[in-house]
């Protein structure tokens, strides 16, 4: 929790609160932030010692002689002296690697925050960046791939619309879907995004420069890849029967879902945990966070799904050429996207990324070459059941039938979507 002033002078508005509330109840951490010229004491490097030592006591209930004292940072202010005390814990076991420590920061005289963290050895911290970088890189081609696919295929539904060859309002049934579920989203997360608010700037100021960065944001994406479903090529004339295409969509999608799970158990090889997304607590209904994400998400991934296999059909033309091209693309999205960022293992990643990019390759010279009408419940398929795995961990009160709630919506939007 946080408590700010937006209105009074600089010194006024630079002075915050930020609490740390547990799941029980109990306040863990409280920091107190001030103004870089409000005036206090200057304590010596002595009495700032002690009373880090004593804090420590207090909140921890660590016995000062079990600290080892690591650092005493002094910043000199115009009115003050702050200190920065860091200690390490030489009570507890040991870890592998790094070692737990304590930091207490006092202002003046007066002790404004106080927490435990791990210190990391250098080594392991340029391994970290390392990683980020070859994550950016990764990231950052997944997104000129997919960028490229939808703004391609929306240049060529403007292009067709411009020779009066409508698209049929299937774009824009999907864009007030799309459009419809981000603006709730939005809407839903509102306080979220009130907590960054800096107060340098007028509170009113804010709230319109969110709400209209929010607006384009929940139209021009949607309106974008509307667009490029426009020139996606769903063969009407059905190669499959609605049985037959309803019971392959539903398997596929299945078969999806077991290799996803297996490329997120070879990235995660390496130890990392699981963790679920906590962002629907912060939001004003947190029952409709997972069935708004869901929606959107449903929406966005088939018409993806069925760029690359629009594109890579174009490319081939039926399979029929340029096959190497074509299963490129298909291999290359699901190297770049299908394994997410790298994890511990860049070649376990790899694999991952593999798996799902044959996956793709598959579906398509198997199934999606013929006719995509089965797409809709295979995405779904996947979506319904990344939305109930995120609930069944239950990271806050009404999660789970948040995603109880977005499995049904989901199903229905893609039964509906599939008899259209």
């Known amino acids: 929790m946080r408590a700010a002033r937006f209105e009074g002078d600089i010194a006024a508005r630079a002075e915050e609160w930020t609490v740390v509330v547990e799941g029980d109840g109990r306040a863990s951490r409280v ?16 009495q700032a010692r002690t009373l880090a030592r004593s804090t420590a006591h207090e909140r921890f209930a660590v016995d000062p002689a079990k600290l080892r004292e690591v650092s005493m940072a002094p910043s000199r202010l115009p009115a003050r002296t702050d200190w920065l005390v860091t200690f390490a814990e030489t009570s507890r076991a040991p870890l592998p690697q790094g070692e737990l420590r304590l930091a207490i920061a006092i202002a003046g005289d007066e002790v404004a925050d106080a927490w435990r963290f791990v210190h990391v050895p250098e080594t392991w911290q340029r391994e970290m960046r390392d990683r980020r970088t070859l994550a950016g890189v990764v990231n950052a081609a997944g997104i000129a791939l997919l960028g490229g696919l939808v703004l391609g295929f929306a240049a060529m539904t403007l292009i067709a619309w411009s020779r009066g060859q409508t698209p049929g309002r299937g774009p824009l049934y999907l864009f007030l879907l799309l459009a419809g579920a981000r603006a709730l989203d939005f809407a839903n997360g509102w306080p979220a995004r009130l907590a960054g608010f800096s107060t340098a700037q007028p509170f009113p100021l804010q709230a319109v420069q969110l709400a209209i960065g929010l607006l384009v944001g929940a139209t021009l994406v949607p309106a974008v890849i509307a667009l490029a479903a426009g020139s996606v090529r769903m ?10 295409a309803a019971r392959i969509g539903i398997s596929l999608g299945g078969v999806a879902c077991g290799v996803l799970a297996v490329a997120t158990a070879l990235v995660r090889a390496g130890g990392e945990p699981v963790w679920p997304s906590f962002a629907g607590a912060a939001t004003i209904v947190p029952v409709a966070a997972s069935p708004l994400a869901a929606i959107f998400s449903y929406g966005a991934r088939t018409v993806v799904v069925g760029l690359v296999f629009s594109a890579a059909d174009r490319i ?6 340029h096959r190497a091209w074509a299963a490129a693309l298909l291999v290359g999205t699901g190297l770049l996207l299908g394994a997410g960022a790298p994890g511990a293992s860049i070649l376990s990643w790899a694999a991952a990324g593999l798996l799902v990019g044959l996956l793709l390759l598959g579906a398509y010279v198997f199934v999606f070459r013929w006719d995509l009408s089965p797409l809709p419940l295979s995405v779904a398929v996947v979506v319904a059941l990344d939305a109930l795995a995120e609930g069944a961990m239950r990271p806050y009160p009404g999660a789970l039938a948040g995603s109880l709630l977005a499995v049904a919506l989901v199903m229905v939007l893609a039964w509906r979507g599939f008899r259209s």
């Open 235 to 244: 063969f009407p004339a059905r190669v499959y029967a609605r049985r037959e």
């Open 316 to 321: 081939s033309d039926g399979w029929s050429v």
């Open 31 to 46: 920091r107190h932030t001030l103004a870089e010229s409000a005036a206090g004491v200057a304590l010596t490097e002595e």
